[in-house]
C-alpha cells in the first residue's frame, strides 16, 4: 500500500468504529495519532503531500455520508493548480503569509501551502465549527503554522495584512445587510453577492503588491451587480490573470468556475496604470502535451511580469 492509502485506511477504520458521525471519528482519530496513541505505519519519509491525500480521502468519505450544507472540498486538480501558480507568483519571498476566508476543510489551503518552496503560515476563517475542527487537526498533522478563526469571514477580521490570499469563494447572497453595509460593493437595494464581499474583504487585508487567487463562477463579470465589481476593482486592484477551468471538472456546465488572478498595487503600480490581463483556459488536464504548454505560459507570464 502507498502512504497514502495506510492513511486512508487507518483514518477509516478508527473513524468507522466510532459512536455517532464518521467526520468527527476522523478528527478523534488524528487526535490520537498526533499524541502518538496509535499511528499509521507509513515510511519514514513521508510527505506532507501524502498525509493531505489521505486525509482528504477520509474526509471526502465522510461528507458523503453526512454532507456540510454549502461546503465543497476544493478539488486536487484545481489545488494543485492554484499553489503552482501561488507559489511562483511570490517566489522570491522567503516567507510568505497568506489567508483563506473561507477555509473550509482547508484542503486548498493546505495544498498551496505544501507547493510553497520557503515558509509558509497561514490564518485560516471559516463559519462551520466541524470544518474548523477538521481543518486545524489536519494542520498539526502536515505541521502547518494556520492561526483558526471560527466566525463570519466577512466580519472584521483579526489578522496582519498577508502575501497572498487564496479562497474558493462561497457564491450566492449574503444575507446580513448590516454588516454588508461595511463594504463599497454593498447594492442600493436588496442584498449583496457573498463572494463579491470576499474579494473586498480579501484585498483590505492583502498587502500592497500581495495577490489574491480566487476560485469563482465563470458568470462574475456578467451578473446583475457587475458594475458594483467593476468599479470596485477599478479602485482597488489590478487584474491580473483569468484562467478558466474545464468544464469537465464540475457537474454541470452551468457551475464552472474560473482563478481570478488580482494584485494589490502599491502606488508605483497605481500610477503606472492597468496592466495587460492574462487569459488562459486549462486544456485537458489528462493531455500531458496541451498541460506542459500551459504550464510554460504560466511561467512566461510570470517571468515577464
Ligand atoms: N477550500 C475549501 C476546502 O478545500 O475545503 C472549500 C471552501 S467551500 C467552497 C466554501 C466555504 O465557505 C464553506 O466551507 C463554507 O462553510 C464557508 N463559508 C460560507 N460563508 C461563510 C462566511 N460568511 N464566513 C466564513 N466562511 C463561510
Known amino acids: 500500500m502507498t502512504n497514502t492509502e495506510i492513511i486512508f485506511t487507518f483514518l477509516d477504520e478508527k473513524a468507522g468504529q466510532e459512536q455517532g458521525y464518521y467526520l468527527d471519528g476522523i478528527i478523534s482519530a488524528c487526535e490520537v495519532w498526533l499524541e502518538g496513541k496509535e499511528i499509521p ?13 489521505g486525509l482528504q480521502l477520509a474526509i471526502l468519505k465522510g461528507m458523503k455520508q453526512n454532507a456540510q450544507p454549502h461546503h465543497q472540498m476544493t478539488p486536487d486538480a484545481i489545488g494543485i493548480l492554484v499553489g503552482y501558480i501561488a ?19 482547508g484542503n486548498l489551503l493546505y495544498t498551496v501551502m505544501n507547493s ?17 475542527r477538521l481543518a486545524a487537526v489536519s494542520a498539526d498533522l502536515l505541521e502547518q503554522p494556520v492561526r483558526f478563526y471560527v466566525q463570519d ?12 490570499v487564496i479562497s474558493d469563494l462561497p457564491v450566492g447572497y449574503y444575507p446580513d445587510d448590516d454588516n454588508a ?49 467593476q468599479t470596485y476593482l477599478k479602485r482597488h486592484a489590478m487584474i491580473r490573470a483569468i484562467i478558466q477551468l474545464p468544464d469537465s471538472l464540475f457537474k454541470h456546465v452551468s457551475h464552472a468556475k474560473f482563478i ?18 492574462m487569459l488562459a483556459k486549462v486544456p485537458d488536464m489528462m493531455d500531458k502535451n496541451l498541460m506542459a504548454q500551459f ?4 511561467d512566461k507570464w510570470i517571468e515577464e511580469m
Open 181 to 229: 453595509l461595511n463594504f463599497e460593493m454593498m447594492p442600493t437595494e436588496g442584498h449583496a453577492y457573498s463572494h463579491h464581499l470576499f474579494i473586498e474583504q480579501s484585498l483590505n487585508h492583502l498587502k500592497p503588491g500581495g495577490y489574491g487567487l480566487f476560485i469563482t463562477t465563470v458568470n462574475l463579470f456578467e451578473s446583475d451587480q457587475s458594475e458594483l465589481l
Open 116 to 132: 510553497m518552496v520557503g515558509a509558509a503560515s497561514a490564518f485560516a476563517v471559516e463559519i462551520d465549527d466541524l470544518l474548523v
Open 260 to 277: 481570478l488572478i488580482l494584485q494589490k498595487p502599491t502606488e508605483d503600480m497605481a500610477a503606472k496604470g492597468a496592466p495587460d490581463v
Open 295 to 298: 504550464f510554460r505560459k504560466i
Open 41 to 53: 505505519h507509513v515510511d519514514a519519509n513521508v510527505t506532507k503531500e501524502e498525509i493531505r491525500r
Open 153 to 164: 469571514g466577512l466580519r472584521p477580521l483579526l489578522v496582519d495584512p498577508v502575501d497572498l
Open 87 to 105: 507559489s511562483k507568483l511570490v517566489h522570491s519571498k522567503e516567507e510568505v503569509a497568506l489567508l483563506d476566508p473561507a477555509a473550509g476543510t
